[in-house]
């Protein structure tokens, strides 16, 4: 009979790991104690039957419930915590990374996957809360380092993370409740009670609920905000009407609705206006293509507010006549808990989940599974865009477009300054806000057969297809939008004019839905910008491994996997600032007229990935006398990501980016040991590998959108990790994780630096797209001289991006210029004929969020039978080290992120009637952290947007188990 297993069984590639689920009975004598100095595991389902992790071949970290709690592991991003080589950090777009061995998702696409899969109890989440939820009711939580694409599956690169959840206990009554109160008037309260309904089935409902104050203060409205109001509940229903059939129902729903800050600080080095070049006088009117809004800067001293000039929203502000400059003038406030926001944050996120299993013993020695899932989950972040206060008004009396001539319609559209905007409302000072949302909706079905034959042979075989799909146009909330109330002017001034700016009367949006402090959105209006990229995955894949008994202690394994990736993406243009014609609707998918039907000649892109990827390996159990147990290991992977659907091109630049970028490739060489010594009161487990990655996903913005690119890395490194119990009381654990990555053969631009440092070249805005360019100074300097002679207008120099000059170098007697294109190529060009930029070389440079070292020690301490022999008390604390590492992949001085260190310290009082009490704090000596960057585009001035960590937080807590 196979053993009756509620989980999938977990045979997957990697090197070793400790679980930290130990339990230390009281030892009465000396003969009992060497018995119980022996470290208990986590258990893991392996292969045939639930095995110790420490007989698994494989590089995983797995914590039960009681290790969670211990190490205080409340939610996703405490992982980073004790697992070696892992990283951390939130995303722009609410989204986050979870970064394995430097492999994560650094990517920004809805058509994009994550290098690290997230399963819950098996079932691959396409769309989760991991960074969001609370840890609650689990049986376990495993994560799997190195590509695990043979079981596990699709785009499972850096590893994988699975939640087991607690499944119901036949014939059995159980329940738990804990109660917690800790600083920023944090309440949490965690639950759950197990049923039995009669001797076949029992039904077990968890819960758990979240609510606390801001960590952050908003000093423009005067409220803390960050703050958290999020709930769970979980019911499972389970049966077993014969010996032979067994299996679950699940549902969960997750939902949150608070001022969660999307991202934190903005980060900035001003790009001042330019005065004088070359000894030529540069005019006001030229000045204002002289900013790029920041400029390259290590983060310690990016410590101003951005040039608004130098941003479409603030360009266009000045063209609307609204400006006459940078309306960011004064000394940002320093502390990274204190921003300035015309309104408190509004974030709102749900989850609902079904999911279903059932179990078959076809045979004593073949079990049939099925699994399957259907989720829906949605997200809404809203946030003001600069999160730093304007400090000059708009103009009472402002000069349209520089033409005195309408000097009264710019009265008589903005009374005293001020623009009433339909969706930020009525102000007088320049405003951008911003919107992240989406939802999607995902089917599962896995089918498995596992065999536990007696011989020296067996398998593990199955088939999965999942179906995603996301965003809805026609939910005003879903998308990505940038709102101005300056963009909203010019489009005012454009109709009163009837068009004369853009070609035609543009569309305002002034009616519809509110979400938040916006109003009248109905997700049509050409004054404001909104990318939408509605999405579809279908993905089937069979796979299967063979288990090889070579001899009785050695053992071959070997897996393939053939995925079969469709992904499908509506091309909805941007629509800012377009005139609309007749009847026409924006959100209908736009067919390119002469593209074929996969590049969207029928309105939608299509792109395919075939790939048959596996794993072969040997594992080795000998008998050797210093060890209790040894286990030496050897695998090599082939892993695969698919590739992706860039989101559309920006109106009027068809060609800004490619519409395609390529799948991941990885071959993963691993060796791995894991030995239990010391009489079973020690487990010392190392893994080392190296990775030669092709094509690894990263974004840059360009023209407001992200798209992505492909390069090439090596990565190595090593990982140690112990568990030491010294005495029956007493436990130490520590690990380490050391990472070293290379780019390899990759030449790119750097935004912040597209003159590559040279003298020679000048990087200027474009007075159209507000993208920024590169000429010569030779020819920049040229266009001065002839505005300074009169033989060019002031403002000439706003046409060099536009490519007003090009071919004209003969007639101002410029030569050319040569610079490195992103091939590695060098290439010669006019030096009135504007360029992206010169590319670096990035060859040795390290990959985002792959700090070179990671360190976690922890130790473990009870004083046994306190107050009469009634109470056990544990006192526990756990220390984290994570070196430098880079937020890009251009390594600069601006891209560094500072080493930092986490200490967590718990006291703990428990007795046998289940009752007990804890004194906590984490992250005691309040480290301030920013764990990750992203860097705006051109159009918004280059800035960074840092996220932070949390402070110290403490508390108690009470819980009772029955």
Known sequence: ?????????????????????????????????????????????????????????????????????????????????????????????????????????????????????????????????????????????????GPQGTLYGRNATGGVINVITAKPVLEEFQADAKLTYGNYNTFKAKGMVNVPLGEIAALRVAGSMLQRDGYVDNIVTGNDIDDRDLYSIRATLAVEPTDRLRGWVSYEHFEEEDSRLRSGKQFCDKDPFVTSFAGIPVSGADQVYTSLGCQDAPLSQANDRLNSAGTLGGGLGILAGLLNGDAFTQPVVRDLRKIESAFDPDYYADQDLFTWKAEFDLTDSLLLTYLGSYGESSSRSIEDYNKVSPTIPFNTAGVPLGNPALAPVYQALFPGGVVDDPQLGASNFFRTFDLSGGSSEQTTHEIRMQSDFDGRFNFNVGAISIDFDAIDPNNPDEGYYVFS??????????????????????????????????????GDGGNYFRSLSPYSLESFAVFGEGYFDLTDNLQLTVGLRYTDDKKAQENIPTFLFVPNATGADPLQPQPIPGASPDEAGDGTFNVGFEETTGRIGFDWSPDLDFSEDTLLYAFYSRGYKGGGINPPQPAGNANAFPQFFDPEFINSYEIGTKNTLAGGALQLNATGFYYDYEGYQITQIINRTSANFNIDAKIQGFELETVWNPASTFVLNANLGLLDSEIQDTYAIDV???????????????ASSYANCVVSAEGYATILGAIAAGALAPGSTGGLC??????????????????????????????LTPFDGE????????????????????????????????????????????GESYSRVWNTSGDDLDSWTNLNLSVQFYNDNGLEFEIFGKNITDEEVLTGRYLTDDSSGLYSNVFLNEPALYGVSVRKRW
């Not at 912040?752 to 474009?766: C, E, H, I």
């Open 839 to 882: 590319a670096k070389d990035l060859d040795g440079n390290s990959i985002p969020g792959a700090p070179e070292m990671t360190l976690n020690v922890g130790a473990e301490y009870t004083f046994e039978s306190l107050f009469d022999g009634n109470w056990d008390m544990r006192l526990r604390g756990d220390y984290y080290y994570q």
């Open 802 to 831: 536009t490519g007003a000059f090009a071919g004209a170098e003969a007639a101002f007697g410029v030569g050319t210029v040569t610079y490195v294109d992103s091939d590695g190529q060098t290439q010669t060009i006019g030096g």
């Open 485 to 522: 109330n300056t963009l909203t002017g010019l489009t005012q001034i454009n109709n009163a004019l009837g068009g004369a700016i853009f070609g035609g009367p543009v569309p305002i949006d002034d009616s519809g839905p509110s979400f938040g402090p916006l109003a009248n959105l109905a």
């Open 752 to 766: 912040l630096d597209r003159t590559n440092g040279r003298d020679d070249l000048v990087a200027l805005k474009n």
């Open 1 to 145: 009979m196979i053993p009756k297993t509620p989980e999938k069984y977990l045979m997957l590639a990697g090197a070793s790991l400790i679980a930290l689920g130990w339990s230390l009975p009281a030892a009465h004598a000396q003969e009992e104690e060497d018995v119980q100095r022996k470290l208990g595991t986590v258990l893991v389902t392996t292969q045939k039957t639930e095995e110790s992790i420490q007989d698994v071949p494989i590089a995983v970290s797995a914590f039960d419930e009681e290790a969670l709690e211990k190490m205080q592991l409340t939610g996703g991003p405490d992982l980073t915590k004790s697992i070696p080589n892992v990283a951390f950090s939130k995303g722009n777009f609410t989204g986050y990374n979870f970064k394995i061995r430097g492999i994560g998702a650094d990517l920004v696409a809805q058509s994009g996957d994550a290098g690290v899969g997230v399963h819950q109890n098996d079932v691959p989440l396409t769309a989760n809360r991991l960074f969001e939820a609370e840890f609650y009711d689990l049986e376990r939580v495993e994560t799997l380092r």
